[in-house]
């Protein structure tokens, strides 16, 4: 989390995270305004849902992301590894089909593409990351290496 998370509109954000590879929104904060009335739609579904939520700890044995995607199912989630070690999460949420004798009274969940990157660190085990989605919470796990702790020798002090 950001020392100054004032700075973005009280959003979380890692800005100073150099693992974080955060896709930026050019229409976040104008969802209302004049502006936004001009964005083609497919533009505004699509910023609606591109910063999908995700958690990142780690643990001693691994780094394990969580994201939040509910009403998605894991046919429409992309979990994929890129050079350079980064983790790519990536899906789309489908525009619900309009109905002529429909009225609408309120549209507030989202839709459309997101796609969030993570630079992995050197100890991340790149070739046995696991993926699994239950309730609509996305979990990848990312085992470490254990730390190579140096060999300590003891000296016999003469005299």
């Known amino acids: ?68 995607l509910p009403g998605l199912k894991k046919e429409e989630v992309k979990v994929e590894v890129e050079e350079g070690r980064v983790l790519q999460i990536s899906g789309e949420r489908s525009k619900e089909q309009e109905e002529n004798n429909d009225t609408w009274h309120r549209v507030e969940r989202s839709c459309g593409k997101f796609l969030r990157r993570f630079r992995l660190p050197e100890n991340a085990k790149m070739d046995q990351i696991k993926a699994s989605m239950e309730n609509g919470v996305l979990t990848v796990t990312v085992p470490k290496e254990e730390e190579k702790k140096p060999e300590v020798k003891a000296i016999d002090i003469s005299g």
Do not use: C, Q, Y
């Open 1 to 68: 989390m950001s020392l100054i998370p004032s700075l973005f509109g009280g959003r979380r954000t890692n800005v100073f995270d150099p693992f974080s590879l955060d896709v930026w929104d050019p229409f976040d904060g104008f969802s209302n305004s004049a502006l936004a009335n001009n964005v083609p739609s497919s533009a505004r579904e699509t910023s609606a849902f591109a910063n999908a939520r995700i958690d990142w700890k780690e643990t001693p044995e691994a780094h394990v992301f969580k994201a939040d």
